[in-house]
């Protein structure tokens, strides 16, 4: 699945059948990161279920067992890390290679910064073209040192700080990846670091933070908040149950509501407010999603979806609710392209830094299927209606665009085919297999 790995072209074809069932889809890849991480950063044994085993997390894991921790797995999403307590982190012995994942390059950057250590990390050819400065600008406050590329692409290199100075940072950007890197090199510094976000971003390593007992008090403020977090805590393992991902479940989710008469349930699924605008969305589409037996897990909010297939009509999408569905974009665009009317969803600057240039690559993925769309600044607007389908979509490295060509694909006229289903891995393994068995035929196949 790496760069120098083979690429996998896949297609998709309309199915005979409806796809139904009861299914769960792979842990949350943003959970599961920060679960690896604070289990290393914690004093004790963290016990971890449901983990994600997907490429992206895998990085994550092997970035922990380089940096000193032992991290064993048990068993299928299980997982067990011996911590090293904050600022126990030991030097890397070689290059910390993280692949296709954004969240690890750039949370391990805050890690990093705030251990007086050195240490050199790079990614693939898609993640060696996205910014990192929007994480090294701000950790350079704390003292720790980068050098990078041109333009501040990986590969870099860092030598965090010996005593690591707290951060008073205001993100210019609505990003969980900035503000966790900002508040994961606080842990190691004396005094309380800052965090102030205009929108609100996932809040997952905030209530892990917690859950491994640091002190975070959260201010809401607007549609913002400002997040303080007491510096150099003593962080506790403590059990993380990862549930499904509210990422992936999306792309069943859809297929469900666009192949005629399917039914599914998803089980399990994270529905942290901050990561379920898809599900709003697609609502407000007249998607009629039901969250059956709504619980709290592990300080997160779970539960199982009833996705029904629906006739969808197009709407708005305003701009504030992009940060509670940036991965999502893709996805809805492939059910705006099956919607009566126009679909317009706004504000998506953020997807031009993502695995490709999401904006770009959702609108081809659309016009390789023949459906009418167009961006205008930083808004995409779909055309609904009969989707002609029969192209080839090309992915760019972007296990997203993938997915999203591929449940495309059971709805349109012609099927359609990906040129490199291998990043699927990153996030979602075995989501050829399991749209397969909800369909009961083999509806994605190698081209
Ligand atoms: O913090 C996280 O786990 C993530 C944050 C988001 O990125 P940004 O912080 O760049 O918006 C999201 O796109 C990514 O898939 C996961
Ligand atoms: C943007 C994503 O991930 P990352 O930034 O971790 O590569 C994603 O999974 O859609």
């Not at 073209?129 to 994480?135: E, L, T």
């Not at 060509?405 to 099927?415: P, R, W």
Request: hydrophobic letters at 45%; charged letters at 20%; proline letters at 6%.
């Amino acid at each position: 699945m790496t760069s120098s790995s083979e690429p996998r072209p896949l297609r998709a074809a309309p199915p005979q059948n409806p796809l139904t069932g009861r299914f769960r889809v792979a842990g949350d890849k943003s959970i599961s990161h920060r679960a690896l991480m604070f289990g290393a950063l914690a004093i004790g044994t963290t016990e971890i279920e449901g983990l994600l085993e997907g490429e992206d997390v895998l990085r994550t894991a092997a970035a922990m067992r380089l940096l000193g921790a032992t991290v064993e797995h048990l068993g299928t999403g299980r997982w067990r890390v011996a911590g090293r307590g904050i600022g126990g982190l030991t030097e890397p012995a070689d290059v910390l290679d993280m692949g296709n994942s954004g969240t690890a390059a750039r949370l391990i950057c805050g890690l990093l910064a705030g251990h007086p250590i050195f240490a050199v990390m790079t990614g693939d050819a898609s993640l060696r073209r996205r910014p990192m400065k929007r994480v090294t600008d701000p950790l350079a406050a704390t003292g720790a040192e980068f050098w990078f590329r041109e333009g501040g692409r990986l590969p870099l290199a860092v030598k965090g700080a010996a005593t690591p100075l707290p951060l008073d940072y205001t993100l210019p950007v609505a990003s969980a990846q900035v503000k966790s890197a900002c508040l994961l090199a606080g842990l190691s510094a004396r005094g309380t670091t800052r965090v102030v976000e205009h929108e609100a971003t996932r809040d997952h390593t905030e209530n892990m933070l917690r859950h491994f007992g640091a002190t975070v008090h959260v201010a809401k403020e607007g549609r913002g908040r400002v997040i303080e977090l007491v510096g150099q805590p003593e962080l506790t393992a403590a059990p993380v149950v990862v549930p499904g991902d509210p990422s992936s479940a999306a792309f069943l989710a859809v297929a469900a509501l666009l192949v005629p008469g399917s039914k599914v349930v998803i089980e399990h699924v994270g529905l942290n407010p901050l990561r379920a605008g898809i599900f709003e969305t697609l609502n407000d589409m007249g998607a009629g999603i039901v969250i059956q037996n709504p619980r709290l897990e592990g300080g997160e909010p779970v539960g199982d979806l009833l996705v029904e297939h629906r006739e969808l009509t197009g709407i708005a999408v305003p701009a504030e609710r992009a940060p509670s569905m940036i991965d999502e974009y893709p996805i809805l665009a492939v059910a705006a392209a099956a919607a009566r009317g126009t679909t317009r969803m706004q504000g998506l600057h953020e997807l031009r830094v993502k695995e490709s240039d999401r904006l770009s690559a959702t609108a081809a993925l659309l016009q390789a299927a023949g459906v009418a769309v167009r961006i205008e600044g930083d808004d995409m607007i779909v055309d609904g209606g009969a989707i002609p389908g029969g192209g080839t979509v090309v992915t760019h490295m972007d296990h997203r665009i993938a997915m999203s060509g591929l449940v495309l694909g059971l709805a349109a006229q012609k099927g359609m085919a990906v040129d490199d289903g291998a990043f699927i891995d990153t996030s979602f393994p075995g989501f050829a297999a399991l749209m397969n068995r909800a369909a009961g035929a083999d509806v994605m196949v190698t081209a």
